[in-house]
Every structure is written in C-alpha cells, then in structure tokens.
C-alpha cells in the first residue's frame, strides 16, 4: 500500500470529518474534479471509507489523523530522544515486528522505533494475526538491545511494556483500563490492546528485543469481522471524546523508553506492585491453557518473577511462565 502526496493532501484535508465539496478539492491539489473522483477511488481500494453527496461533497467516515514524524519527535523530551537512534513512520508495512526483527539480524542499533498506518500482516501472539486498519489505530514496535544478563534480563519485560501502556492511557485521562496477564491490555471486559515482544540472542550475552505494541483506536466492524475473540477500542472505552493519534504516539513512546531503558539492571520488581493494580484476573475463576493440557483454578495474580499464580480446587498454588488464559468462557 502506498499514498501518492495527492492522497496524503486529501486525507489531511477532510481530517476534520467535515464534508468538503469536490471543487474545493481540486483547487486545493490544483487538479480537475474529476482527478479527485479517482482519487477517492483508490483510497477505496486501500480501504479508506468514506461518503460522497450530491451538493455537499466527500467525507472521511471517521476522522483521520495522520501519524507525523516531526510532531512525534518534537513531542518528546531531549532524553528520550537521545535514546532513539532511528524513528520511521510507514506507510504500509508488513509488521513492524517483522520489519525491525529483520533490522536486528543486520546489527541495526538500539532504540530503532518503528510505527505504520497499516500492516498487511500484523503480528499477534503464537502466530496470530493483527487486524491492522490504514490510519485508525496504532501499530509500533521498538529494538532495543541488552548488553548484559543475556536472554533472562528481559523476563517479565512484557508486563513492564503493560504499565507502561496504561500510564500513557493515563495521562490522556483514560482510566477505565487494566492488563491481562500476559501481555494484553483490556477495558470493560474487551481486549483493547497487545504486546508481543520477540527476543534474540545469547543465552548470558548480549541480546535484543523487538517490543511491538498495537493499540485500537478506532476499529470499523467491517475490519473486525475476524477477530474471534471480544475486542473494544477507545472510541467506545471514551465515547466521542477525540483524542490525538500523533499525542498518544508520543506519550506510548515515551513511557515505553523509560521502561527499556535501564531494565537489564532493575528487572521486573519495580513495576509488580504497579501491575497488580492493573490487574483484569485478579480473583476470578479460570481456565489456562498449555498446548493441549488444561489447569482450572482461580487466579491468584502474579509471583515476584511475574508469573501467574493458579489456584486449583485441591488449594495448591502453582506458578506458570506460559499459557493461553480464558475466562468468561472465552479464550483471550
């Protein structure tokens, strides 16, 4: 997928969801009227909805804003942008997971930050796909690289990306969220968000993590009819309050870096009592799944090393590391 600088005019031009006539338009790209009807008619074809009438004019079905690169960077304070070494912003991406794995295997350096308005083949846990709409939500993934401890400095890092995503859904005011263990990020029982963090490299060496977070913003139904599990996004977690993708961008990152950045040392232990506050599990009685076994119980929350503790009907706790947990008879 690819927007001509025409395309990318036009969509900041109807950004605001008003309806805005064809002449208008075209004197604004100093183009015919009906360039602009095949201009419209391609962002169809890339998924982009929008209205068309007779004497008012076209209009995005959603208000679109666009991810830029200046208006994130400058967002940020000085130390978080010394600890960013290079900060893309893709059109179209295949995953930016995939994208910045790839970079690693290159030696690209730490703090590679990736963001894309669309993947074409988003990455969800165990092999899941991201349904990743063009323009409506957030997709983002950061390298970062660990110089000592090895493969085990990054345990419980994902449940640290998970506080760092609600204290940004915080500081926009956005309260009624909480984490799934192990990586999800929930609101009013729905999935609202994910954290899928792809870890490579030696054993008590040197290592890096590819930290990809996605995050709905706005999902249209018609983009979510494969997911099989319950999905939210923020415009039903906060109504019709806007809220600025290019802001969040920022304030995800932000917190996300402050988070890597100096874990290899301090681990998960700053952050447990944090995630247990978050906690969506906490009490309720469900279902984890391991391949192909099953462990009933009740969960007890989280160890100090971040796994998840089990409660089964004999009383016995138990401590898992993985697992696919359903509550609600659903798995999620």
């Known amino acids: 997928m690819y927007l001509s600088d025409k395309q990318k005019k036009i969509l900041m031009l109807l950004s605001d969801g008003q309806f805005h006539s064809g002449t208008e338009l075209a004197e604004a790209l100093g183009v015919s009227r009906s360039a602009i009807c095949k201009q419209f008619k391609s962002l169809s074809e890339l998924g982009i909805q929008h209205s068309a009438i007779s004497g008012k004019g076209y209009r995005l079905d959603y208000a679109l804003e666009l991810l830029d690169l200046t208006t994130i960077t400058q967002g940020l304070s000085q130390e978080h942008q010394r600890l960013i070494s290079i ?145 939210t996004d923020l415009t039903k977690v906060i109504g019709s309050v806007p809220i600025s993708r290019n802001q969040l961008a920022t304030t995800l990152l932000s917190h996300i870096l402050d988070i890597v950045n100096g874990f290899e040392t301090i681990g998960i232990q700053p952050y447990l009592d944090e995630w247990r506050s978050y906690d969506c599990l906490q009490g309720q009685a469900a279902t984890l799944y391991i391949g192909q076994q099953q462990i009933n119980g009740i969960v007890e929350g989280i160890d100090d090393n971040g796994l998840l503790l089990i409660k089964r009907a004999d009383s016995t706790i138990q401590a898992f590391a993985s697992g696919e947990v359903s509550f609600s008879g659903t798995i999620v």
């Open 87 to 231: 900060l893309e912003i893709h059109d179209s991406i295949n995953s930016t997971n995939s994208y910045l794995v790839d970079h690693a295997q290159k030696q690209a350096a730490s703090g590679f930050v990736c963001f894309a308005e669309h993947q074409s083949s988003g990455k969800g846990r165990r092999g899941r796909t991201w349904v990743s709409p063009y323009g409506s939500n957030l997709y983002m993934s950061i390298l970062w690289r660990f110089q000592q401890g090895g493969i085990a400095a990054t345990a419980g890092l994902s449940l640290a990306v998970g506080v760092a995503a609600i204290r940004a859904l915080k500081q926009h005011h956005i309260n009624d969220v909480g984490l799934k263990w192990p990586n999800d990020i929930y609101s009013q029982g729905k999935k609202l968000g994910g954290i899928l963090i792809e870890v490579s490299g030696e054993t008590d060496g040197p290592c890096s993590a590819v930290i990809g977070l996605g995050l709905n913003l706005f999902l249209p139904d018609s983009e979510a009819r494969t997911i099989s599990q319950a999905w």
